[in-house]
């Protein structure tokens, strides 16, 4: 248990003792002392002086002696000002941390709780390769999974991946107009730039045809739908449905392609899933949830056989579930799907990592299944998400103006190869290393600069930003751990036995952020937001570098020292360690 939550419970034992009455424990806040007043904890009194019928300072004079002389492994003085108790933490609680942790690479860490949490991530559709976006989503997909692991859930990850629709039949019409035979070997490109290049084809070729109708005196919302493309592809379509042969044999081994595609990128960007679900598989699911909430009363047929669900009391509107001619829609597949999901693992909850965009839709479909019983339904939450644009605006895949996964890979690893050779560092590496390094800074730049903002918020992506060893990047970051791990390296430190030498005001400022780590990883877990682990890991990589700065490690005062500053360096490198890895960022030896 960390300090803040064992200073709550002492706070708490201590006004029943004092006061012969229970105390809210919500009732008082636990913060970090600001840094102008001396302390390390601040226990905010304003709620409690009405209880305890006390001024601020007999309060305070009251509830801090009674910490200092019954809890002195944790508390060693205090100070009052006005309704603020500043505590000082006994040195030797925060030794007994070190001495306890420092080699623990788990810390941090909370032990399994058995329960079943499921994160959905990627969702991307086969016509067309990865892209920046689906980056930002996968990325905080897989870091919420690694985050909810390390709060004690059984994780699974899973993808659904959008692989029928009309989207998908205009790639396969382009293919079939234009390609002439040519497949992804043929061509010498990865299978889902491959398709996608004919879904750019499709609607450059449709453009064309609409424009040649329009100037006939066709109405443009005429020759969009009347253009041959268009409807040689809902022809296509059809067939589809219907299970036409050769157009299914088309259709998976384009997919094919495609997945082959992914596979490769996904193993190059560290994002893996336990469960791939496929809209092939699962669009006709939900009709049979449609016909229980009939029952129910939930849902309302109309006259003309469509059938809706009315959320105007929720401050919504109505939804439609079945169209007349009974075929679903997307609300109803997804219902189908939630219902799927919990029969095939058991979850006790349910992440959607999905763009802000869909924000209405997923409001609706946690309410519909609320109103249907389902067991899932009060569990299911959306980690909504901003979209990411370049800094020359937003990307069309139709136009072929995104910027592909693949592609802004390779920019950044350039980057990272351009940045450490101008810096003059790594020179003793070997070409093996120099790649792997290369790999290394260039990706976990990326990762890092697309977590470190709040979900909710909007961004713009700059691959040149996020590479600098003194800002706040996953270079800089990477950098502090290559540099500890160096005098680590140096001491051949092992066995450390810390002495009884008072802690220096920058050593007590790390271990005190040391400490925090558990607290970090639950918040990020409460809040859906890796950002918190983001933020934390750049603020102790500061706190070293300063304390760093300030402090020699392997020409200490004394030999107590340096063997305290030895293990704080170790422990520091691990929690760096285990941050950047919920994150999906691995850090470098040495660098």
Known sequence: M???????????????????????????????????????????????LKSAKRSPEQLGNELGTYLVNNYPQYFHSYNIIKAFLNLVISD??????????????????????????????????????????????????????????????????????NDRGIHICKSMIAWQLFSHGATPETSHK??????????????????????????????????????PLMRATQEMLLKWEQGDEKVLELWKTMNGWVYAGFAE??????????KIYYESETYLLGKEYVDKGLEKGVFVKKADGSVWIDLTQEGLDEKLVLRKDGTSVYITQDIGLAQLKYNDFSID????????????????????????????????FHLSYGMVELTTGKMKSREGTVVDADDLVDEMIQEAKDKTLESGKAKDFNTEELIALYEMIGIGAMKFYLLRVDPKKKMIFNPQESIDLHG???????????????????????????????????????????E???????????????????????????????FYDAHSVLKAENDQKKELRLRIAQMTANIIA????????DVPERM
């Not at 499709?202 to 020759?223: C, G, H, T």
């Not at 990128?265 to 336990?274: K, L, M, N, P």
């Not at 924000?359 to 569990?379: E, F, S, T």
Request: a neutral charge.
């Open 578 to 585: 285990s941050s950047m890895k919920l994150l999906g960022i």
């Open 190 to 227: 990865k299978g889902d730039h491959f398709v996608g290049d004919y879904y750019v084809k499709f609607n450059d070729a449709y453009k064309v045809e609409v424009e040649k109708l329009v100037s006939n005196s066709m109405p443009r919302e005429q020759a969009e739908k009347e253009s």
């Open 349 to 380: 909850e349910s992440i959607l990592v999905i763009g802000d965009e869909q924000n209405y839709h997923v409001k609706v479909l946690k309410l519909i299944c609320q109103k249907l019983g389902m067991p899932y339904a009060d569990n299911m």
């Open 265 to 274: 990128t996904y193993q190059r960007i560290g994002s893996d899933f336990d």
């Open 92 to 161: 030797d609680y925060w030794l007994t941390v070190l001495q306890n942790q420092y080699a623990n690479p788990n810390f941090g860490k909370t032990v399994n709780k058995g329960r079943k949490v499921m994160v959905e991530y990627s969702s991307p559709n086969t016509n067309k390769p990865l892209h920046l976006g689906h980056l930002r989503n996968i990325f905080l997909g897989w870091s919420m999974a690694e985050i909810y692991k390390a709060n004690g859930h059984d994780i699974i990850k899973t993808c659904v991946v």
């Open 2 to 48: 960390i300090i803040s939550k064992l200073i709550k419970e002492a706070v708490l034992e201590a006004l029943g003792s004092l006061f012969g009455q229970q105390f809210d424990g919500n009732a008082f806040q636990v913060s970090q002392t600001k840094p102008e007043f001396e302390g390390d904890y601040t226990v905010v009194l304003f709620s409690l």
């Open 516 to 546: 925090l780590y558990p607290a970090m990883i639950e918040q990020a877990g409460e809040e859906m937001n890796p950002a918190v682990i983001a933020l934390y890991a750049y603020e102790l990589s500061r706190k070293f570098n300063s």
């Open 472 to 514: 706040f990047t996953a270079t800089s970051i990477q950098y502090t751990h290559a540099r500890i791990k160096s005098i680590l390296r140096t001491a051949q430190a092992t066995g450390f036995n810390i002495g009884p030498d008072p802690l220096f005001a920058l050593e007590k400022k790390l271990l005190i952020m040391l």
